[in-house]
């Protein structure tokens, strides 16, 4: 196929009309397995992408004082049904940039496909760096998505990446995120996964806070059914004087799915103050209740509940003052 043609069929296959996908003020980058296949770039943003044998390696940056008004979209995925896509970024955000970033990761076909990740993620002073992940998968869970990413979040920048995964199968899904936060920085992270099946899900994120008046807020709403485990390990370390945090791990299961929490928290200043809370258990009996007697019945009500759950809702905290 050509490139134009694989384009089409990644946009289709994340739910964008392939003929309109985006303007031409929208920045935009497709990579299919190791070939980048697609491009087109706004002022102000630079991105140096090599082709490897197992896929690419990447060098983007949004130059200092740029904001770029529209989201960037990137898109990597795999159609055929087996495949290896190794994905090595570097990610800079100079001083006082604002850039926002939708990333579709998808699979639609996957039956042993492997997407890594490894990115190297700086955030300058004064600068803010939004980073949304979306993943489609397919129905046969056969999928292993293995991301790792090491932040630096500058004084007074800001931070934030959430990954959803609540259509199709999750496969097996193990990511780590380790950010490093400096003065007055704020980062928040947030995992919104569904498993079913057989689907196996680990995830650590850890945020350490020497900065002054850092904030930190770790997110994890899972829901998980049939045998699907998951594991969900959320760490904060604040040093820095009044630095502030916050872990909230949230997990469902139904069936025979069992789940994990570990979150955790270690302060090392006496004027910081990290808060965590895990919940883990069946839908809750009371709104299960009060949808039943609403006329749903029981599958559709638990639906409905796990909806809510991995909804897309702004739940920033950090444990104290703001």
Do not use: W
């Not at 992408?49 to 770029?68: K, L």
């Not at 300058?124 to 489609?136: C, I, L, S």
């Not at 800001?158 to 259509?167: A, C, H, R």
């Not at 995830?203 to 807020?217: D, F, H, M, S």
């Amino acid at each position: 196929m050509s490139d134009r043609d694989i384009v089409a069929e990644l946009m289709q296959s994340i739910g964008v009309d392939p003929k309109h996908p985006f303007g031409e003020d929208v920045a935009r980058i497709e990579v299919h397995e190791n070939r980048v296949v697609g491009v087109q770039l706004v002022s102000g943003l630079h991105v140096d992408a090599n082709e490897t044998d197992t896929g690419i390696e990447a060098e983007i940056q949004v130059d200092a004082g740029v904001h770029i008004a529209k989201p960037v979209h990137i898109c990597f995925g795999v159609l055929p049904e087996d495949g290896l896509q190794h994905i090595k970024l570097n990610v800079h955000i100079q001083e006082e940039a604002r850039a926002s970033f939708l990333a579709h990761c998808t699979f639609p076909n996957a039956k042993d496909v492997q997407h890594l990740m490894d990115a190297q993620i700086e955030i300058d002073p004064g600068a803010r760096y939004d980073y949304f992940e979306r993943h489609v998968h397919g129905e046969y869970g056969g999928v292993n998505v293995v991301p790792r990413a090491n932040v630096v979040v500058g004084a007074g920048a800001e931070f934030t990446t959430e990954f959803e995964l609540i259509k199709g199968r999750a496969g097996r899904i193990d990511f780590r995120y380790d950010t490093i936060c400096h003065d007055q920085s704020i980062t928040e992270m947030t995992a919104r996964i569904n498993g079913r099946a057989d689907d196996v899900i680990t995830i650590y994120e850890k945020a350490t806070l020497p900065g002054v008046e850092a904030k930190a807020a770790l997110i994890s709403h899972i829901a998980l059914r049939d045998t699907a485990r998951a594991e969900i390990f959320n760490e904060i370390i604040a040093s820095g004087d009044r630095a502030r945090g916050h872990v909230d791990c949230k997990e469902i299961v139904v069936g025979d799915a069992v789940a994990k929490a570990v979150p955790a928290v270690e302060v090392r200043n006496q004027t910081a103050h990290v808060t965590h809370e895990a919940a883990i258990g069946s839908v809750d009996s009371k709104q299960l209740q009060t949808l039943l007697s609403r006329g749903l019945d029981e599958e559709a009500a638990t639906e409905l509940i796990i909806e809510g759950l991995l909804s897309k809702k702004k739940t920033r905290e950090f444990g104290g003052e703001r």
